[in-house]
């Protein structure tokens, strides 16, 4: 077996793998052999190309979902739950209490006094 053929099926392992790619695989690694061997190992070519496919996705999906769950990004149910929830608060509360308030009158700053001011000349 040479580079080439080991680099083929580094390939295959990784990509999908078409039957006519299968079959130039293995007739190149099956030199010799009969067409049913070639056409039985093609077949395995694609078989074993095909779940080392599926394990590659399911890695990846694992490990981004992991990363995306340390940085604390919500997942699609929590984030639908919260909606949910928000849609169900807004039902419950009156429109009323989430209309505009009127304005708050404005305070002065001058004090009141109940009595008028003494001056010490009338003592």
Do not use: Y
């Not at 061997?37 to 190309?49: C, G, I, P, T, Y």
């Not at 429109?95 to 505009?100: F, G, V, Y």
């Not at 004090?111 to 003592?123: D, V, Y």
């Amino acid at each position: 077996m040479v580079a080439s053929d080991v680099r083929k099926f580094m390939e295959a392992a990784l990509e999908k793998l078409t039957p006519a790619k299968a079959q130039e695989i293995a007739r190149s690694v099956m030199k010799g052999q009969g067409r049913d061997q070639v056409q039985r190992f093609a077949k395995e070519l694609m078989d074993w190309s095909a779940r080392n496919r599926e394990r590659v996705i399911d890695l990846v999906q694992r490990e981004v979902k992991a990363q995306l769950k340390l940085v604390g990004v919500a997942s699609r149910e929590e984030v639908e739950a919260l909606k949910r929830r928000v849609r169900e608060l807004e039902r419950i509360v009156p429109k009323r209490a989430t209309a505009k308030r009127p304005a708050a009158r404005k305070r002065t700053t001058a004090r009141r006094t109940s009595a008028p001011a003494q001056t010490p000349e009338a003592t």
